[in-house]
C-alpha cells in the first residue's frame, strides 16, 4: 500500500514536471535553442506565489494565474531582448546567453529572497485526502491535477487549432511558414511567452508542497532537461510520458534507496538515453 | 614591430614580474588566482574554444585532480604533488568514458550531457567517505618538508602557476598551427562539413577533449596544493565549471590569449566583490559574472579578442595613413 502511494505521489510531481517541461521542449522544438534558466523560471513562480501570500494573502485561484501573467511577460521580453540575437549568433552565444540569464536569476533572488529556504503553509489547501487506503496531501493532488489538465490542454491547442498549426508550421520550417503568411518572429515570441507561462504555472503549484529556495531551480533545469530528452525534442505528449516517469521513478528511488540518490538514478537514465537513443524514447532527431 | 607582438611581451611581463612590483600578499595572491584561473580556462579552451564543443562539465576534471593530491596525501602521506599523475590519469579515463559517447551528440545535447555527468559526479563524492563525503578533504596543516609545496607566501605558487600556464600555452600554439589546429577549426564550423571535408571529427574532438582535460586536471591539483583543502562546492560544484567558460569566452573563446586576458579581467574583479562584501560576495560575483556573459553572448560573442581586433585594425590604418602623408 506504502508503495502504491509513493508511486502516486511520484505520478503527482511528475505532472508538474511534465508542465513545465513541455514549455521547454516547445521552446525547443520552435527554433533549436535550450533556455538553460528554465529552472530558473520555476523558482522565480515559486517566490511570486510565496510572496502573493505572504504579502497581499492571495490564494492559489490568484497566484497561478498571476504567476503564468508574469513569467509569460518575462518569456516574451527574454526572447525580444536576448534569445533573438543570439539565436542567429555562434553556438557558444546562444548556451552563454540563457547560462548567463540563469545565473543572474539564480544569484539576484539569493541576494533579494535570501539563501533560506521557506515554504507556503501547508495547510493552504486542505488536509489529506484517503482515496481506499491511499492518503495524499490535497495540495498534491491540486497541484498534479491542474498540472496534467495544463498540459493535455496545451497538446489540443497546438494540434487542434489555427494557432496551434502557424506554432508547429514555424516549428517546422520556418522559411516555408513565411510564405504562407505566418510571422515567424511573433510566433516565435509567443512560444517563449508561453514556454515561460507553464513554468509560471508550475512554480506556483509547486510552491503549494515543496520548499522554495533561490538554488531550486538547477535541478528542476536538469530534470526538465531530462524530460525533453526522453520524451524527444518538440514532443508535448513525450514530455508528458517522460515527466511522469520521472516523477515515479524519483519516487520510488528516493523511498527504496535513499533520497540522496533520486537525482543519480535520474542523471544516470538520463546519460544512458543521450548514449542510446540521442533523439529520445520518442522522438524524431 | 606590430602591436600585438609588443602587447604580449609587455603582458608577459607584466605577469611574470608581478610578485615583485607589488609588495602587498593579497595582491601577490590575487596574481597566483589569475594565473591558476587561466590554467584551466585555456585547458577549457582547447575544446570548448578551439573545438568549438561547449563543455560545462569540466569541473569533473578539476575535482580529479583536486581530490587525487588530497587522497593521496590522507591515504598515504604522499605530498598532494604527487596525485597530479593520478588525477591526470583518472580524467583522461573519464574523458574517453563521457566523451567517446556524448560526441555523437551536438551541440546542446553536448553541453546537457556534461551538466548531467558533472551533477552525477559531485552527488556520488559528496556521499562517499573516501572523498571526504560532504566534508571533504583537508592537505598538510604544517609543510612536512618543502615536496609538500606548503608556503605562506603566494610568490613561489606564482611561479609555479607560470611555468605550468606556459607550457599549455605553449602547447595550444603547436596544436594550432598543426593539423590538428585546422582540423578543430573545422570541427568548429560545423560537424556535418568538417566530415565531409575528410576530417575524423570524433577521433579529433576526443583528442582535444583528452589534452583539455589533463589540463584542467592539474589545475585543480594545483588548486589543491595551494589551497590545502576541497569539498564537493570548491572542487566539483557547477559554478567552476561555468567560471571557466566565462573567462575564456570573456577574453575569447578559440583564441591563444583570450583565457588569459579574460582572467586578468575577472578574477581581481571577483576578489575586490569577496573583499569589498565579505562571505555574501559570492552572489553578487556571480550576477556580475552572468550579466557579463550575458552581454558578451547578446552583443560581442568573440569577447574582448574581437574587440581587440578591432580597435588595433584601427590604429594601424591611422598610422598606415600617417606614415603616407
Known sequence: ??????????????????????????????MNVVNFAHGDFVMLAMYAAFYAFTLWHLGPAFFVPGAAALLF????????????????????????????????????????????????PENLVGGTIDISGIRIEASKLLGGAVALAITLGMHLVLTRTMLGSRVLAVAEDRNAAMLMGIRPDRMQALAWGVGAATTGIAGALIALFFYISPTVGESLSLIAFVVVCLGGFGSVPGALIAGLAIGVIQALSAYLIGAVYQDVLVYSLFLAVLWVRPQGLLGKL | MNINRIATILGLLVIALWPLLVHDVFYQRVGALVLLAAISASAWNLIGGYGGQVSVGHVVYFGAGAYASLIVFTRWGWPPLAGAPIGVAVSLALAALVGTPTFRLRGHYFSMATIAAAELVRILASNWEVTGAAVGLM??????????????????????????????LWLTWLMQRSRMGFYLAAIRGGDRAARSLGVPVLRYKLYALLLSAGFTSLAGTLYAVMVGFV?????LGILLSVKMVIIAALGGAGTLFGPLVGAVILVPLEEATNAIFGGGGTGITFIVYGAIILFVARFQPGGMAVIWRSLTARTQASRGKNRAA
Open chain 1, 73 to 120: 511577460v518575462l518569456g516574451v521580453v527574454v526572447y525580444l531582448g536576448l534569445v533573438r540575437n543570439v539565436a542567429r549568433g555562434p553556438m557558444l552565444a546562444q548556451i552563454l546567453g540563457t547560462f548567463g540569464l540563469a545565473l543572474v536569476l539564480r544569484y539576484s533572488a539569493f541576494w533579494a529572497f535570501s539563501a533560506n529556504f521557506v515554504s507556503l
Open chain 1, 1 to 30: 500500500m506504502i508503495l502504491l502511494q509513493v508511486v502516486v505521489s511520484g505520478l503527482l510531481m511528475g505532472a508538474v514536471y511534465a508542465l513545465f517541461s513541455s514549455g521547454l521542449t516547445l521552446i525547443w522544438g520552435m
Open chain 2, 231 to 235: 569539498d564537493p562546492e570548491s572542487g
Open chain 2, 139 to 168: 592537505g598538510p596543516p604544517v609543510p612536512r618538508d618543502i615536496w609538500d609545496f606548503s608556503f605562506t607566501s603566494p610568490v613561489p605558487y606564482h611561479y609555479l602557476f607560470l611555468a605550468v600556464l606556459l607550457a599549455l
